[in-house]
């Protein structure tokens, strides 16, 4: 094999045309892989922290509803006792309304503190009814059960529980760490949200709602980010609200990376922890992504476990693409590659080969090969057959020589003399030309006969001289030819080369771009389907702002009704007092009648008189009823009015929501037509990328050939080098003095090539170098 190596030239060339190739296809692929991994997981980490971030904004969304919930229940009902208008079953009623319109609402509660609420504690110890538990302190609690069904229960009141403690030390709202309720009829781990229940600048308790952590673990462990991925859920402390298992639930964070943990939720920056391993010993990233829980003055982090095969999947894929492709790239170049230099080179030069050799031995009778040939391979054929017939003559001047002394020896008996001298003139004569023959059998064309032959022979001299320096003219022509191709193939190689490169970094770019414009056309979309989404928010909206004007109305009319009953009872009382008024006045007339009587009326006088404290005390009722009446038909007087603004206002919400539901929709169409352009932008740019990776393998393939030829110019010029001539210069200062013409005449074009144009069009200014070195080949 390697005998085999040494002899062939189209065997080396082969050899290191293969080795080359499969080391830039190694090289290459090495390169895109690792910018495939690199890409792979920049995109899992942009779309794990995409879907971090939805899921924390729909966490928050949902603990903002609940604490802006219990927020305003608490103002509500601080306000109503602080007017005095809620007693123990309102509050309880209000407790469970905001839990009925609140379906994230896991229960909803109060607890007061002691005798707080009207002043009673001992003589409502254990009255569920009046929400008293059995201390006496109002606790009412509403949760529902596993069916969703609403139910009433009464817990303890435990003051310097955290659920209690950290709303009435701080006098604003908070949310609690995960905990056990206990006490209750439907003990369950929850966290609540609780806000001081304010009543004449006086704290009177504390009242909130709780978050079932079971309901959010089941919400959150649905998803599975990657296909085989988990979302986890840590709370302000580091306790678990969503755990990798059940029993680690209200546990503090203990795997690796705890110290990250910490760090995030008190910094509020996310992190990614990596190289992590499940039980079954499977590789995955953790993304910690904290976010502020509004209303609560709390930080949650959203924990995304992000699988490895998310994105060693992808990258093994396009490694075993790449390998494969890069084997058939490599065997159909190697295939090309031996045919055309198995064609075009390797057998003509045998060919002409076997014909010097052939001519070496003194065999002048068959034409040269090859001489049909229009390339250089013609034009050495055609010179060696004007050396072959030179050779030819010269072997028929030498057989002539033979015959004349011959002829001298037959005459040498007529002259010892004349002989003699015949035999030196004609020993010259072949020691001559027979030098001459040695010194062209070496390969040295610039040797000449300078002796003088006598007579005849003359001929023989001019006639070899003349052979020679055709020969030498011939030869020397070839050279130069084969100069300026090594020179040209050369320039065209590394043209080429630049070009393979070029190609290669535009469809590296316009890969990128591709990739770019399917994030933007995701992006897009997603947008549309929010605003799709708001839109119909909005929608649900306006119609629930119009059912709420209907309820304003129908409390509107129900005050004007509460009004006039209020006067109906006004004017009864009247009559009351009428009527005590007139009884007072009949007993103070019996008793001036039974004063008359004497002492038989005495009894009779008795009677009056407890007759008329009577209608006395009757009277003050009834102006003490009347006043109260009066007040109460003020106070729903003032309630209609402001029933009458809220409706007012609710009108100007719902015409505000119609404008913004409008402004929503047209942003919705605008981003769906957005996301057609960018598809059909996407589609052009993905097929501008097909065409740009078929112009990089023909580049190579183009390279490829060239430096093919060039190899094999420089084995003709190693074989033309073998004759000396007269004045020629050396290979490489013929070679160097070629180049630097060709690049003189190039670098004028190739500079405006690269010279920033005023248009983008770097495509045209790269093909106008490439052309200028074509035409400047054609010249030559």
Not at 463 to 469: M, R, S, T
Request: proline share 3%; no cysteine; hydrophobic share 45%.
């Amino acid at each position: 094999m390697f005998a085999f190596f040494s002899r062939s030239i189209a065997a080396k060339l082969l050899l290191v045309t293969g080795l080359s190739i499969g080391l830039v296809l190694f090289l290459s692929n090495l390169v895109l892989i690792s910018q495939t991994r690199n890409r792979v997981q920049s995109l899992t980490m942009e779309q794990s922290n995409a879907e971090a971030k939805a899921i924390a904004r729909e966490i928050a969304g949902d603990v903002g509803e609940l604490a802006s919930a219990a927020r305003t229940m608490a103002g509500v009902i601080g306000r109503a006792h602080e007017g005095k208008s809620l007693d123990r079953a309102g509050i309880t009623n209000v407790l469970r309304a905001n839990l009925e319109q609140n379906p994230f609402a896991f229960g909803s509660w109060m607890a007061e503190e002691p005798a707080a609420i009207d002043g009673r504690k001992d003589e409502v110890k254990g009255q569920a009814n009046l929400g008293a538990n059995a201390d006496g302190v109002f606790t009412p609690y509403w949760s529902k059960d596993r069916n969703g069904a609403i139910q009433y229960s009464t817990f303890a009141a435990k003051y310097d529980a955290e659920w209690y403690a950290l709303a009435a030390k701080s006098g604003k709202g908070a949310i609690t760490a995960p905990y056990l309720a206990e006490g209750t009829d439907v003990p369950t781990t929850m966290s609540s949200i609780a806000y001081p229940v304010m009543s004449g600048g006086k704290m009177i308790g504390v009242s909130g709602v709780d978050i079932s952590l079971r309901s959010l673990s089941d919400k959150l462990k649905a998803l599975k980010p990657f296909g085989t991925g988990r979302v986890l859920l840590v709370a302000q402390g580091g306790q678990w609200l969503v755990a990798p298992k059940d029993d680690q639930l209200m546990k503090p964070y203990q795997a690796e990376g705890a110290d990250d943990v910490k760090s995030a939720l008190s910094t509020g920056k996310s992190a990614l922890l990596e190289n992590l391993k499940t039980d079954t010993g499977e590789g995955f990233s953790r993304l910690l992504y904290p976010f502020a829980v509004p209303g609560v003055n709390t930080t949650w982090a959203v924990i995304i476990d992000i699988p490895s095969t998310a994105i060693s999947a992808p990258v093994t894929e396009q490694t075993k693409m790449m390998i494969l492709g890069g084997v058939i790239v490599l065997g159909a170049v190697m295939i090309s590659l031996f045919l055309a230099v198995r064609g075009l080179a390797q057998r003509p030069l045998h060919r002409l080969v076997g014909d010097v050799e052939r001519m070496s031995k003194g065999d002048y009778g068959n034409d040269v090969s090859n001489q049909e040939r229009q390339d250089e391979i013609g034009m050495v054929a055609k010179a060696l057959e004007g050396f072959r017939h030179r050779l030819a003559d010269s072997h028929s001047i030498a057989a002539e020589a033979d015959a004349q002394r011959n002829a001298a020896e037959g005459e040498r008996r007529r002259s010892e003399a004349e002989r003699n001298q015949s035999a030196v003139v004609q020993q010259h004569v072949v020691s001559a030309l027979g030098g001459g023959l040695a010194q062209l059998s070496q390969g040295n064309l610039t040797y000449r006969i300078l002796d003088d032959f006598p007579g005849e022979y003359a001929a023989i001299k001019r006639d070899f001289n003349n052979a020679v320096e055709s020969l030498e003219q011939a030869i020397a022509s070839v050279n130069g030819s084969v100069v300026n191709i090594a020179a040209g193939t050369g320039e065209i190689s590394e043209s080429a080369a630049d070009l393979a490169k070029r190609t290669e970094t535009q469809a590296a770019s316009l890969e990128e771009t591709a990739a770019a414009l399917n994030e933007l056309t995701e992006q897009v979309n997603a947008s549309a389907e929010n605003a799709g989404a708001a839109a119909n928010a909005v929608s649900i909206a306006v119609s629930d702002a119009e059912k709420s004007g209907g309820v304003v109305q129908k409390a509107v009319a129900s005050m004007h009704g509460i009004e006039q009953s209020s006067q109906e009872i006004s004017r009864i009382i009247g009559v009351i007092d009428e009527i005590a008024f007139q009884t007072n006045l009949l007993a103070l007339n019996a008793g001036v009648e039974a004063a008359r009587a004497g002492e038989a009326g005495k009894g009779f006088a008795v009677v009056a008189q407890e007759v008329r404290e009577l209608a006395q005390r009757s009277a003050n009722a009834a102006k003490e009823i009347k006043a109260l009446i009066n007040a109460s038909a003020t106070q729903v007087q003032d309630g209609v009015t402001l029933v009458g603004e809220a409706g007012k206002s609710l009108d100007k919400i719902a015409q505000q929501v119609m404008q913004i539901n409008g402004l929503i929709r047209q942003i919705s169409t605008s981003a769906s037509e957005q996301a057609s352009g960018l598809k059909e932008v996407n589609i052009a740019v993905n097929q501008m990328d097909q065409v740009t990776q078929q112009n990089a393998a023909m580049v190579e393939e183009t390279t490829a050939a060239s430096m093919s030829l060039r190899s094999e110019s420089d084995t003709l010029r190693s074989l033309v080098a073998r004759f000396q001539v007269a004045g020629a210069v050396g290979p490489g200062s013929a070679l160097r003095a070629t180049a630097k013409t060709m690049r003189a005449a190039a670098a004028e074009p190739m500079a405006q090539a690269r010279a920033p144009a005023p248009s983008p069009a770097p495509r045209k200014a790269v093909s106008g170098g490439s052309a200028t070195k074509a035409d400047s080949w054609e010249e030559f």
